[in-house]
């Protein structure tokens, strides 16, 4: 394991940013997108597609070209949580396939009984049926899960993972984000349980970075995932068989999926790394999205 924390990671993180343009408090990207009335959103100019699975209909959306990209949201997300930056600066360089899990946003299934092995073979059947022979997966929390999941089912599918605000133990990711979701209302989980504390003390402005959801949440299909994720465990033998380079991303303040978490992944696959991001969340895409997509861009052409 390749460990960039510290003084390593802040250099690079600078170095990141060199070339990019820096994320300056007044002057907000996502809160001038939603102040400019005659800017589209991104995703509302790519058309939502379906693809008949096995016993569900899942809906995606591509954008930019290259070599597949494939993002796995986590637990009650819909493709259209992703940061609007985050996805721009990866289709400059990827075909990016994003896309609603089962149960979720405009896929079908939230009437079936199912596991994460199911919501693998659910991102297996999308991924073949549109013709891709072999791309790179990135997870987000149960969807880094889900993308270890699916390398278990289908190794020769995936060229590399990155795998962000990761654990092992779904039962120990279940424990630490219960006391921020309340079972009668699931659907509103508290801000706490995505960004510190002192950063949301600093932005006044949070709501209107976070993109707004095209669909109203669905809670019992949020208890539900969080079911599912409670019964999942990997083994360590499991996760030092894996060949292909794996990059593991976590916020150095996530309460979630936290940096011993993320470290207990990293050490057992060979030769991966792991990125520590100062003062980032459980949702630290969102706070830092140009540094997020810089250390994927980064990572990936070295393979």
């Not at 954008?63 to 993002?71: F, K, N, R, S």
């Not at 709501?207 to 995932?225: D, K, V």
């Amino acid at each position: 394991m390749q460990e960039i924390t510290g003084y390593r990671l802040l250099r690079s993180w600078f170095r990141l940013k060199n070339g990019m343009v820096p994320m300056k408090e007044d002057k907000n990207p996502y809160v001038q997108r939603y102040k400019d009335q005659g800017k589209k959103d991104i995703l509302e100019t790519l058309p939502v597609r379906m693809l008949k699975t096995r016993d569900c209909r899942i809906a995606y959306r591509e954008l930019g070209t290259g070599y597949p990209l494939v993002l796995i949201m986590g637990v009650g997300g819909t493709m259209y949580e992703w940061d609007r930056i985050f996805l721009t600066l990866l289709a400059k360089q990827f075909r990016v396939i994003i896309f609603d899990n089962r149960g979720t946003g405009d896929s079908t299934g939230a009437d079936t009984r199912y596991r994460i092995s199911d919501l693998a073979d659910d991102t297996q059947a999308l991924i073949r049926g549109i013709g891709i022979k072999k791309a790179h997966v990135f997870g987000y929390s149960l969807g880094s899960m889900i993308a270890l999941q699916l390398y278990e089912k289908d190794p020769a599918l995936i060229s590399s993972l990155i795998l962000y605000a990761t654990a092992r133990s779904g039962k120990e990711t279940v424990e630490r984000l219960l006391p921020y979701v309340d079972p009668k209302t699931p659907e509103v989980v508290s801000i706490d349980a995505l960004f510190p504390a002192e950063w949301i003390a600093t932005h006044p402005d949070l709501m209107a970075i976070l993109p707004p959801p095209a669909h109203p949440i669905n809670g019992p299909a949020i208890l539900y995932q969080i079911e599912i994720t409670k019964q999942w465990e990997i083994s360590r033998s499991f996760l030092s068989s894996i060949l292909i380079p794996v990059l593991v991303l976590v916020g150095s303040n996530d309460s979630i999926t936290p940096p011993e978490a993320a470290q207990e992944i990293a050490q057992a696959i060979p030769g991966s790394s792991l990125v520590v991001l100062p003062g980032g969340g459980h949702a630290v895409m969102y706070q830092e999205p140009e540094m997020m997509a810089r250390l994927v861009l980064d990572f990936v052409p070295d393979i």
